[in-house]
């Protein structure tokens, strides 16, 4: 019995794995026309809250951001009013986030 508590104890004592979340990042724009805003919202909810990066069209802007959670989706609204969402973005040590937006409509994202 003695042994047992021992092994607890030592178990409880022991670090936890390290929580990761989501923190500051750059945003690429390769969606060939500038963004005007940019807001995001943890994946699988409805609550957006604006970014302060909109780069301009090739350009990249820094996020200040940081977040328990890893995925996200992000928004941005483009020249000429047009609306895109890149969804189910992994935050996660991404350094960098390069938004993309093909002519008929498909958003995707590349992570460096």
Do not use: H
């Amino acid at each position: 019995m003695r042994g047992l508590f021992f092994v607890a104890a030592l178990l409880a004592a022991a670090p936890g794995p390290a929580m990761a979340g989501a923190g500051n990042f750059t945003i690429v724009n390769a969606t060939g026309r500038d963004i005007t805003a940019l807001a995001i919202r943890r994946f699988g909810t409805t609550a957006w809250q604006p970014l302060g990066a909109a780069p301009k069209a090739g350009a990249r802007g820094t996020v200040q951001f940081s977040d328990a959670d890893c995925a996200f989706d992000i928004q941005g609204t483009l020249a000429g009013g047009v609306n895109a969402v890149w969804s189910g973005v992994n935050l996660c040590e991404a350094k960098s986030v390069t938004l993309n937006r093909s002519d008929s409509g498909a958003a995707w994202v590349d992570y460096d």
